[in-house]
């Protein structure tokens, strides 16, 4: 409920912020680094207000980085716990009790990424990648209602298949508005993921000696 009644309020907002913004100026304007700030500029709003809004969307930008990277260490200790990703990416800091290894070489990675690469390039990536994951959130949803219906589950997803289905025809369908040179480099990422899985995650993976039993 709280994932569902924050994505309500967010879409709500944004569409209120984009309703707002479009009324201020011609849309075909707003196709720019800071659309709000430019917008604010554009019918004479004090600097003030105008270097609040700044303020407020780098500290904004900052916020989802900083939620980016702790989860992004976390799923790297799951892995590694699972067998997927070497023992380095679960060792927990005896005092903080946080995955520390996993968490700095993920700032490294990122902020090299950051400094190294064109702002636009790495929004491409970071889009196509967050929909694909979601496209085999839905798959598994649907997969698994079918296998394993006897598991246990707090949540059930309602409307089953046409939720999954749709799920995954939205996510494909944005994908299909990223350029080809982006799909490109995601096949290459997918590549060197099955490089690892087989030739370290398979024979390491937790699952796969259970299953073997």
């Known amino acids: 409920f709280g994932i569902l009644g924050s994505l309500a309020i967010c879409t709500v907002l944004y569409v ?95 902020a090299f990424a950051a400094g190294a690469l064109p702002l636009q390039l790495l929004g491409q ?20 209602r079918k296998q394993r219906p006897d598991l246990e589950r707090p949540f059930r997803t309602p409307l089953m298949p046409f939720v999954p289905i749709m799920g995954m025809l939205c996510c494909f369908g944005l994908m299909l508005t990223l350029p080809a040179d982006t799909w490109l480099r995601l096949l290459v990422w997918l590549a060197i993921g099955f490089v690892i899985y087989f030739g370290y995650g398979r024979r390491h993976s937790v699952l796969q000696r259970e299953l073997r039993k």
């Not at 990536?125 to 698994?144: D, E, Q």
Request: aromatic share 10%.
């Open 16 to 110: 209120v912020v984009s309703a707002v913004l479009t009324g201020m100026v011609p849309y075909a304007e707003l196709n720019n680094a800071a659309p709000t700030s430019y917008a604010l500029e554009k019918v004479g709003a004090p600097y003030t207000i105008r270097l609040l809004v700044d303020v407020g969307a780098v500290l904004g930008l900052a916020s989802v980085i900083l939620v980016m990277l702790l989860g992004q260490s976390r799923v790297f200790y799951s892995m590694s716990r699972d067998g997927l990703l070497g023992q380095w990416a679960g060792k927990v800091h005896p005092t903080f009790r946080t995955p520390y290894l996993s968490s700095i070489y993920t700032g490294i990675v990122v």
């Open 125 to 144: 990536l970071v889009n196509i990648g967050t929909l694909l994951a979601f496209m085999l959130v839905c798959a598994g949803v649907w997969i698994l």
